[in-house]
């Protein structure tokens, strides 16, 4: 009770929508890189798609390596879901380190 007390309190609702709208807003902006296909962002799940399986698998040895810890699908996708309590500092300092590693990559 005391978990659904706190993801329900008014303070945590309005830090989460500003959370979800970094992360979405982070999220769509990796479609720019050419070896992205499209991505998929609701709340704070979203999917990588890649044009081709062996850019998400180095990719995912490379998130892994970073210290992020995505889901990986054993195909051209990699899903990612955060806490839903990291602070924005976070996820912006996550998205930046995935940016470079997809920009390494291509």
């Known amino acids: 009770i005391a978990n659904m007390d706190f993801l329900n309190h008014e303070d945590f609702q309005e830090e989460l929508c500003q959370r979800v ?3 979405e807003r982070r999220m769509k902006s990796l479609e720019k ?10 709340g704070m799940v979203g999917a990588i798609l890649f044009h081709e399986r062996n850019i998400s698998d180095k990719v ?8 992020i810890m995505p ?3 054993w195909s051209k996708s990699i899903k990612i879901g955060p806490p839903l309590t990291m ?4 996820i912006e300092e996550v ?3 995935i940016e ?3 920009s390494d990559i291509g």
């Open 95 to 97: 998205f930046d380190t």
């Open 21 to 23: 709208g970094v992360f």
């Open 87 to 90: 602070p924005v500092s976070v």
């Open 100 to 102: 470079k590693i997809i």
């Open 33 to 42: 890189y050419n070896c992205v296909d499209y991505v998929n962002a609701r």
């Open 60 to 67: 995912v040895v490379d998130m892994v390596y970073n210290g």
């Open 71 to 73: 889901v990986h699908t």
